[in-house]
């Protein structure tokens, strides 16, 4: 087991997602940036799609209750065992009692903490992504106890690997969303030339930009929705669902993200800039 002696900000259970009941409007959740999941699993040789832990901001502090084989990535959070530093991407034993605590955030705003084999968590409905009131609890809280699968034998093929991180990049790739064609001139214009900041209101259902477009009149019926769908509001504001984001919608679909903008976006916090470029 792994004990939960302090749940930091916002720390919760992810794997890829939930597919398959967007009808019955349960959102896909999983880890908001995906890319980092992927890149810790893989260098511990897990499947794609284990379950981590997704720490948003401030970590937490945890103890291990038997061997195991860790890997931390995502954004650059200042992590110890048992008050010797560790770094990301790079995969480290543990041993039972010992204990990974977080420090201050350096750069980024989510990071992941990758175990060999996954978290052993239930699945309800094919996944183990926490997300209320699919699950019990949105994240976890202090106390906790998480079940993983004790590695004594374990030996890694390769034990850090050096990434290019995407905390830097500010460009976010999208596609022509459904309503697309309802914008202006003047509206394409403002969107592709302007640079946006992120406001306060954003978290793992979608994130606002603070500067608005020209607004609009347009009507529509409520339509599907995914998450980097950019929906347009009345008022000119611009909102980017994320992986808890509703399944349907009625602001016009203006643009679309692909997963790895997702990615990036998930890195930023509030007053971070970006821009959009349409592929």
Not at 118 to 137: D, H, M
Not at 206 to 217: D, F, K, M, P, R
Request: hydrophobic fraction near 35%; charge should be negative; aromatic fraction near 8%.
């Amino acid at each position: 087991m792994l004990k939960v002696l302090k749940a930091g900000l916002y720390t919760s259970i992810q794997d890829l997602g939930r597919f398959g009941y967007r009808d019955i409007g349960v959102p896909i959740a999983g880890a908001m940036d995906q890319e980092s999941v992927k890149k810790a699993n893989l260098l511990l040789e897990n499947d794609e799609n284990d379950a981590v832990l997704e720490i948003t901001m401030t970590g937490p502090t945890l103890q291990f209750n038997s061997d195991t084989y860790i890997c931390l990535s995502g954004a650059q959070i200042v992590a110890t065992l048992n008050n010797e530093p560790i770094e990301n991407y790079t995969v480290v034993k543990v041993m039972e009692g010992d204990i990974v605590s977080y420090g201050r955030l350096e750069k980024g705003f989510r990071g992941y903490l990758a175990i060999k084999g996954g978290l052993g968590t239930e699945k309800v409905l094919n996944s183990r992504s926490q997300f209320y009131p699919v699950t019990y609890l949105p994240r976890l809280k202090d106390g906790d106890e998480i079940p993983y699968i004790e590695t004594k034998s374990y030996e890694p093929k390769i034990s850090e690997v050096k990434i290019e991180e995407h905390f830097d990049l500010g460009i976010l790739q999208v596609y022509k969303g459904p309503e697309f064609s309802l914008l202006s001139d003047g509206q394409l214009t403002e969107i592709f030339a302007k640079s946006y900041s992120v406001s306060k209101e954003n978290n793992r259902m979608a994130y606002q930009l603070s500067e608005l477009i020209t607004g609009h009149s347009h009507s529509m019926l409520t339509s599907g929705t995914i998450p980097g769908t950019v929906q347009l509001t009345p008022a000119g504001r611009m909102i980017i669902l994320m992986k808890d984001g509703q399944t349907t919608g009625g602001y016009p679909r203006i643009l679309q993200l692909s997963e790895e903008s997702i990615s990036i976006l998930a890195q930023k916090k509030y007053g971070d800039e970006l821009r959009f470029k349409l592929s």
